[in-house]
C-alpha cells in the first residue's frame, strides 16, 4: 500500500512540476497536428490507390 501511494504522490508532484502550454499554443499545435494528420491520411490514400491500379492492371 504504501508503494501506490508513494506512486501517487511521485505523479502529483511530476504533473505540478509539468509546464503546461497556455490557449494560444495550444491552438497552434492542435491546427498543425490536424493539418499533418490530414495530409498523410491523403498522401497514403493515393499511394494506396496507385497501388491497387498498378496491381490491377497486372
Known amino acids: 500500500m504504501k ?3 508513494k506512486f501517487f ?3 502529483k ?6 509546464r503546461w502550454p ?9 491546427c498543425i497536428t490536424i493539418t499533418m ?3 498523410f491520411g491523403l498522401f497514403f490514400y493515393v ?3 496507385i497501388f491497387a491500379l498498378v ?3 497486372f
Open 9 to 11: 504522490k511521485g505523479v
Open 37 to 39: 494528420l490530414a495530409f
Open 22 to 30: 497556455d490557449g494560444k499554443s495550444l491552438v497552434k499545435y492542435s
Open 47 to 49: 499511394l494506396d490507390a
Open 55 to 57: 496491381r490491377g492492371a
Open 13 to 18: 508532484k511530476e504533473a505540478i512540476a509539468s
Open 3 to 5: 508503494g501506490i501511494k
